[in-house]
């Protein structure tokens, strides 16, 4: 359990730092992602930060889920399901 927390805590890191990098290359301003309930950005920038922020995060999750599983299975022979 300890070693699912930390990975899920790394994960959380790691999607986080991708998805800036992400948001600075593609956002047509140099501002940080816009809050949702910002009401001087508008509702379209606001949308798609939100929904490329949860793909980025998803995917992480995905990635750190199957590694995690991997490794556990290598150290105890054993599925982790």
């Known amino acids: 359990m300890p070693l ?6 790394a994960g959380g890191l790691i999607a986080g730092r991708i998805f800036t990098e992400i948001w600075q290359r593609v956002s047509p301003s140099d501002q940080e992602p816009p809050d949702p309930k910002d009401l ?39 599925s982790p399901t």
């Open 40 to 78: 001087d950005r508008s509702g379209r920038e606001a949308i798609t930060a939100a929904a490329l922020q949860g793909l980025v995060f998803g995917l992480v999750r995905a990635a750190v889920d199957r590694a995690s599983a991997h490794g556990y299975q290598a150290v105890t022979h054993e």
């Open 4 to 9: 699912s927390i930390a990975s899920s805590v």
